[in-house]
């Protein structure tokens, strides 16, 4: 390869290209960009309060288990409703829905 040649997997960026430079300085000077972020950031720790809590779901389910030979509705109904916030919590953070989980733009998942 010569010195003038560029490597394959190079990108020559065309500085001529119109609105490029000004489409990035929007995207970045976005404030509803800004504001996911930080509902995000919120939603994150609800999703790292909520492994935690279905841990012990687990466990409580296993020992009513272990014990009684029966599962306990109550707990199994709290499991599916923990799983399903925390499907939508994953949706929202990666892009894949708009509508942020519970405590804002919709209500607890019901577990039925």
């Not at 394959?8 to 404030?31: C, F, M, T």
């Not at 504001?35 to 492994?51: C, D, H, N």
């Not at 296993?62 to 029966?70: D, E, G, P, R, Y």
Request: net charge negative; glycine share 2%.
């Amino acid at each position: 390869m010569s010195d003038d040649e560029q490597p394959r997997d190079h990108i020559v960026v065309d500085k001529e290209a119109p609105g490029d430079d000004n489409e990035l300085e929007q995207n970045i000077k976005s404030r509803s960009t800004w504001i996911r972020l930080l509902f995000m950031l919120i939603i994150a720790l609800f999703y790292a309060v909520s492994r935690p809590v279905v841990f012990a779901v687990i466990l409580s389910q296993f020992l009513w288990v272990l014990f009684t030979a029966k599962t306990n509705k109550k707990l199994a109904v709290l499991g599916h409703s923990l799983a399903l916030y925390t499907c939508e919590i994953i949706d929202f953070m990666t892009y894949n829905s708009e509508v942020k989980p519970f405590p804002f733009d919709s209500d607890w998942p019901s577990g039925d």
